[in-house]
């Protein structure tokens, strides 16, 4: 079963550039996630779609981060214009679901992002 | 809020030593409680996970009991290889929620 897959690896952008990430979860996940790891801490959730739908953005910093879950499978995070404090490695992740039970969520490697 | 204190590391070990990184958390009601492990160069895993007091979750050689009177979490292991070098995150998942609220990782270096 392939995993959780995300583009790119790694990015470098000068601050107030424009960047998206890319997230294409296991296949039949309704779930996914995109967290924010700041090196030195542990994730914290961005954002939660369940199909296509947000069920949590509380913690997206809107001014200038958004998401989207086209058709309810690949989704794209994208920050514009970037911070030197966004530094941090995106991860995604999915479930089967997730609303209001928890099912193990699986990660994908995440993106490393390095704002100059 | 939620939230997951657990010790800072590096935490240094020789190849067999017995390994505790312990773990506390404050969160209303009754959550559930995790211990994912990343890789270098990896994704987060699941390596264990207990959903009610007095569970012990257990993988790979790893236990964790979760003491509800204490609020801890602590994982441990009787023989580390160094195949476990990696960062470990204790995290829980408020009742009646899926979302995680993760610790800040703490870092496990063994050596031969």
């Known amino acids: 079963e392939a995993g959780v897959a995300q583009s790119p690896r790694y990015k470098i952008i000068e601050k107030r550039q424009s960047v998206a990430f890319w997230c294409n979860p296991i296949?039949?996940?309704?779930?996914l996630y995109w967290y924010q790891q700041i090196l030195g801490q542990g994730p914290k959730l961005l954002i939660q779609?369940?199909?296509?739908?947000?069920?949590?953005d509380s913690q997206l910093p809107k001014d200038r981060f958004s998401a989207e879950r086209l058709k309810g499978v690949d989704s794209t995070l994208k920050i514009q214009p970037a911070k030197l404090e966004d530094s941090a490695v995106y991860l995604c992740?999915?479930?089967?679901?997730?609303?209001?039970?928890?099912?193990?969520?699986?990660f994908g490697p995440g993106t490393r992002l390095t704002v100059t | 809020g939620d939230s997951v204190t657990q010790m800072e590391g590096p935490v240094t070990l020789s190849e067999e030593a017995f390994l505790t990184i312990n773990c506390t958390y404050t969160?209303?009601?009754?959550?559930?409680l995790f211990w994912y492990v990343q890789y270098p160069g990896e994704g987060l895993q699941l390596l264990l996970k207990?959903?009610?007091?007095?569970d012990k979750g257990s993988n790979k050689g790893f236990e964790a009991t979760y003491r509800k009177e204490t609020t801890s979490f602590h994982l441990e292991k009787g023989s580390v290889q160094v195949s476990d070098s990696a960062v470990y995150f204790c995290?829980?998942?408020?009742?009646?929620?899926?979302?995680?609220?993760f610790g800040k990782g703490t870092m496990l270096l063994v050596s031969p």
């Open positions: 969160a209303t009601g009754y959550p559930s």
């Open positions: 207990a959903t009610k007091a007095d």
């Open positions: 296949s039949g996940h309704a779930t």
């Open positions: 779609f369940q199909n296509n739908g947000v069920v949590d």
């Open positions: 992740a999915s479930s089967l679901r997730g609303r209001d039970t928890f099912y193990e969520q699986y």
């Open positions: 995290a829980l998942s408020g009742a009646g929620y899926s979302t995680l609220t």
